[in-house]
């Protein structure tokens, strides 16, 4: 079993940059694909971008690409989303998962755990 926290989130103007930790306990954390995803109200949760077990490939959703870098620490048990010129629209709670490999880690069905999620709002 895997317990995910999520941390980093807050206000932030358009333009600015966050930088969003997700903490893994246990001893497994290198064997899980590690995600981040989003959710603003009344949509629903979509995928942000995802990193292999050894950190070694990354991939994102077509809206934060160039924008977004997601990291992994495998000697820490965590992983990253360092988000930058943020836009009004990248608004959401914002969720960390870990999950197996699955035919698309873009899929919420890949991942077995998920955190609390932490609020993003970025003001205009």
């Known amino acids: 079993q895997v317990q995910l926290v999520e941390s980093g989130g807050g206000l932030v103007q358009a333009g600015g940059s966050l930088r969003l930790s997700c903490a893994a306990s246990?001893?497994?954390?290198?064997?899980?694909?590690m995600g981040w995803f989003r959710q603003a109200p009344g949509k629903e949760r979509e995928f942000v971008a995802f990193?292999?077990?050894?950190?070694?490939?990354?991939e994102y959703a077509d809206s934060v690409k160039g924008r977004f870098t997601i990291s992994r620490d495998n000697a820490k048990n965590t992983v990253y989303l360092q988000m930058s010129s943020l836009k009004p629209e990248d608004t959401a709670v914002y969720y960390c998962?870990?999950?197996?490999?699955?035919?698309?880690?873009?899929?919420?069905?890949?991942?077995?755990?998920w955190g609390q999620g932490t609020q993003v709002t970025v003001s205009s």
């Open positions: 998962a870990a999950g197996r490999v699955w035919p698309t880690q873009r899929s919420t069905y890949a991942y077995d755990y």
């Open positions: 990193v292999t077990r050894s950190g070694g490939s990354t």
């Open positions: 246990g001893r497994t954390f290198s064997s899980y694909v």
